[in-house]
């Protein structure tokens, strides 16, 4: 029985079967031989693994792109990349072309967040966002946001998390546990989410000498798992909100962290935004 030589195929044959792999696989068929070199290069199989709003995404980009191929422009995408007049940040994932968002936090919906007693807007070096919101003082804190599945990935489960800082001064975010929740559709999962780092000495004392006001305070709230504050790459913290699976129908997601029960004074809370992005 005779063999296939896949090197014998013309160029236009290779790069449609390179578009039905992933972006990894074409890179690493460039390696075969000139063929697959030229096939792995081609518009028509990056053009397969950009998103099919990509045209729009680019128009309402903040900065200008250059890029002379669709893998030139395949690569931009995966660095973060403002759009919305600057609100919202987009990117790639890099492996696999999904789509992740991260919602600033002017496009959330923040409790008395224009009220400067409680928040204060402001400009920080390390966000990606013009402004940032840093809370002074409030006892009842809410934050909403809200996405439409049709931008996101189909197919793809996501997770939402919320982005964040804890200023040198902060207190009493982790007294009482918050709630957090995504809806989507007819469907909502809550749990409960505490602001504070995973090994916090803060959390070791508390336990130590609030352990029965604590007991009491979480008592009012729902069971949940307990998340905390975990480090991020880029000098922010995050906290999972929920996740939530998009599949091929528009629907809109609403995410939020809620602690409104304890009326436990807090401060020192800064908000970049919520992250969409598909989970592993």
Request: glycine share 6%.
């Amino acid at each position: 029985m005779e063999c296939l030589d896949l090197n014998k195929l013309p160029v236009g044959c290779v790069s449609v079967i390179l578009s039905l792999t992933s972006p990894p696989d074409a890179c690493k068929s460039s390696l075969v031989s000139t063929t697959f070199q030229s096939a792995a290069e081609s518009d028509l199989v990056w053009e397969r693994f950009l998103p099919s709003d990509y045209r729009e995404i680019v128009s309402k980009a903040s900065n200008t792109f250059k890029f002379s191929s669709k893998k030139e422009l395949y690569l931009l995408l995966c660095n973060p990349v403002l759009v919305a007049d600057g609100k919202t940040s987009f990117k790639l994932e890099r492996s696999t072309g999904r789509k992740s968002y991260i919602l600033s936090a002017r496009e959330l919906s923040i409790s008395c967040s224009n009220d400067q007693m409680f928040w204060v807007w402001k400009s920080i070096p390390e966000s990606r966002f013009s402004e940032v919101a840093e809370l002074r003082t409030i006892s009842r804190l809410e934050i909403h946001g809200k996405i439409r599945t049709k931008i996101l990935s189909p197919n793809t489960t996501y997770g939402a998390y919320l982005l964040l800082k804890l200023a040198d001064r902060a207190y009493g975010l982790d007294i009482l546990p918050s709630e957090t929740s995504v809806e989507i559709g007819n469907q909502a999962f809550v749990n409960t989410a505490y602001l504070r780092s995973q090994d916090s000495k803060k959390q070791q004392m508390e336990n130590l000498f609030y352990s029965n006001r604590k007991h009491m305070l979480k008592s009012r709230v729902i069971e949940g798992d307990d998340r905390v504050l975990s480090k991020r790459e880029d000098g922010w913290m995050e906290i999972e909100l929920g996740e939530f699976f998009n599949g091929e129908d528009d629907e809109e997601v609403k995410m939020s962290l809620m602690e409104v029960k304890g009326q436990q004074l807090k401060g020192g809370l800064i908000i970049e935004g919520i992250e969409v992005r598909p989970k592993t």
